[in-house]
């Protein structure tokens, strides 16, 4: 008798914990968009999902971008998925790109921003009463905010330079109609991450840096 | 425990681990991962126009074009005793650019279709590197090391040699003879900052050239030179 008790308390709890991560698990998504893209780039590459259904998990080579790279620019464009039933916030920390040598490729000379909201399928939720915010200073294309600066180098309207800590580049009202505890084709909005990277005389060497793109519960808006 | 109850519970428990792994197709967080190459970078060009003096016939038949690869032919013309300027110079531009130490190697072959030890020779073309100079937004400051002796026409330079009575370019790296083979004539520290290739500045000296007109037995002389530019 007090074995059944114990079992059927166990398995309660057990459900309650599956509902409740359920819940959350549709609430708020981040996969990839689609197939990221290159340009410009000698001897790089770019990798990810074409999938929207699969995990964000991109790896970009820029490639040469000493001036034996004669292009203007290298460009990344990586689409980026995002579910939520609830309002939401996309922040963005960095590990990595902390070069000694300020003549070395540094988080500044990485342009970063955000462009081409848009919607995921049919599902994805459309809302009259609150927009979807790129936050300051993230709201451009790189490659063409890119100027040059008094030293001759190389800037951006925003870069990773922008990026302080965990920083949030996005937030909005939900995303998604339905509330499907599954990841599905057409349930959300995708937003184009752009890097941008100028072939310059920086001093020799190899850089290499992690985002981490997390979506979080946002300020209350309304739909 | 009874077989239906063991039953039940294997049914809820593959509820609870499908109900996991749809979970696991969700995520709030996403990576981006990247990294970028940048490799040693050296160039020579034209640092613009070349300057011909002293000369008696001939000219600059393929001049220098600035920030243009290097390719300059000069005609010195008449470099026997009718030629009565006391030397005949050319002041040929060079523009170096790099993100690394560079060195900037010479090597020369001097040609004459004489056939005595008067014909013109590598030691008789006198050659020197002028004035460094690193100016412009986007180049670095640097001490760069000169080699050669700066201007052969120097008179601390050269001189006419008691005995012989040939007029003598004597100085250290001072004449073609000097660079007969690949040799070391400038080299220095990274001379661009981080800009990009389209800023058209660098580190810019003139490669000068001269012949003391002489009594050198007649015919014709060629004279080619070629820099190169490391970065060790």
Known sequence: ?223 | MPRSKTLNLIFLITLLMFSAVTCLGQSTTGTVSMSATVSKFVEINSGGAVTLAGNSGGGVTTDGVANSPLAVSINLGELGPSNTNSFVTASVPLKLRSNAAYVLSMSATVTSSGASSSKIGAADVGFGLGTVSRTGVGVNAGADTNATSGDPTLAANGSVNGTTGRYEFTAVRSNLNAFSSSTTALSGPIIMNAVPRSNANGLTVPAMFAVKPQFFENGTTTISVTFTVTAP
Not at chain 1, 34 to 54: D, E, F, M, R, Y
Not at chain 1, 180 to 208: C, E, H, M, N, Y
């Open chain 1, 1 to 223: 008798m007090r074995l059944r008790h114990v079992t059927y308390s166990l398995l309660l709890a057990l459900i309650v914990l599956a509902f409740a991560q359920t819940t959350f698990a549709q609430a708020l998504d981040i996969s990839s968009g689609g197939l990221p893209t290159i340009t410009g780039a000698v001897g790089g590459s770019v990798t990810g999902s074409a999938s929207v259904t699969n995990d964000l998990v991109v790896t970009i080579n820029f490639g040469e971008v000493s001036p034996l790279n004669t292009n203007s620019i290298v460009k990344v464009v990586v689409p980026i998925a995002l579910r939520s039933n609830q309002p939401y916030q996309v922040a963005v920390s960095m590990s990595g790109l902390n070069n000694a040598n300020t003549q070395a490729v540094q988080a500044s000379d990485v342009g970063f921003g955000l462009q081409n909201p848009r919607l995921l399928g049919g599902a994805g939720q459309v809302c009259n009463q609150s927009t979807h915010i790129i936050r300051t200073p993230f709201n451009n294309d790189p490659a063409l905010t890119a100027t040059i600066g008094s030293n001759g180098r190389v800037s951006y309207q925003s870069s990773l330079g922008s990026l302080s800590g965990s920083t949030i580049i996005l937030s909005g009202p939900e995303l998604s109609k339905n509330n499907s505890s599954k990841r599905q084709q057409s349930d959300g909005w995708i937003f184009d991450a752009v890097f941008t990277l100028t072939p310059q005389f920086f001093a020799s060497g190899i850089s290499s840096a992690t985002l981490i793109f997390t979506i979080s519960p946002g300020p209350n808006v309304p739909c």
